[in-house]
């Protein structure tokens, strides 16, 4: 005979809130035949880049009269191997367009829900003074060792200081700045939650892609950047700009 207590283990599931970062992908133009081959070729050039990874659609770019075939983008993406799973911002019908093909419209963690006026009240009595909310942003995530090819890292709500060296084939992301004491030959994405003023700092600057903010450079295109060198990556308006240090 059961117990209670084994029957309170035996629940088959738990609702609990989370906060998750996830990479915004901005669509600046609504037209499924460019958005899908122009990620396809960043994925010749950066192979693994975005692979598998659950991604959120910015809608807040798109031309209201211009909605795009939603069902269409879906499936185009899935088979470049990326999973949207919902948007952010945009147009009242592109946003309706785009739920009615499955993507629900996601609210960013700590954003406030949308809130009817409120009707007249009485004045209400003053409130004690509330103490300030707590940040969420984290301690720096120091990684002590090399980042081998295929491993992804993720330093959600912090920087990231690498200690080693970013292989070709790795992935390092940071909400904030992303630090590389060795070389990176990996790929390295800074500001991952929009932040523009993040910054990509590396010994040895031999990076197969950096990302600042959804901004992004791959190998053939990094132009005069001092390769092999230490190098500051940061954001001038929508350019970025390759810096050497010392």
């Known amino acids: 005979m059961s117990s209670p207590a084994s029957e309170a283990r035996l629940e088959p599931f738990r609702l609990r809130g989370g906060n998750f970062n996830l990479l915004v992908l901005r669509l600046l133009d609504p037209r499924v035949e460019v958005i899908v081959p122009a990620l396809a070729d960043q994925f010749r050039r950066a192979p693994g880049f975005l692979r598998n990874a659950p991604i959120v659609l910015g809608l807040d770019d798109l031309d209201p009269a211009a909605v795009p075939d939603f069902g269409h983008l879906i499936a185009q993406l899935r088979n470049v191997h990326i999973a949207p799973i919902g948007t952010t911002g945009g147009a009242t019908d ?81 909400d904030g700045n992303v630090h590389v004491y060795g070389a990176l030959k990996g790929r390295a994405i800074a500001g991952g939650a929009e932040n523009l003023s993040a910054r990509i700092f590396a010994l040895n600057f031999e990076p197969e892609l950096v990302s600042i903010a959804g901004y992004y450079a791959v190998r053939d295109g990094l132009g005069d950047a001092p390769l092999g060198k230490a190098v500051q990556v940061c954001l001038i308006g929508e350019s970025m700009r390759f810096d050497r240090l010392g």
């Open 94 to 174: 592109v946003k309706a367009a785009a739920q009615a093909a499955g993507l629900p419209p996601l609210r960013a963690a700590g954003a406030e829900l949308p809130v009817a006026a409120p009707a007249a009240a009485p004045a209400p009595e003053p409130a004690a003074e509330m103490p300030p909310p707590p940040s969420d942003w984290q301690p720096t995530m120091v990684v002590d060792q090399a980042v081998r090819a295929g491993q992804r890292i993720w330093a959600q709500g912090c920087d990231l200081i690498v200690r080693g060296t970013v292989n070709p084939g790795a992935e390092v992301i940071a």
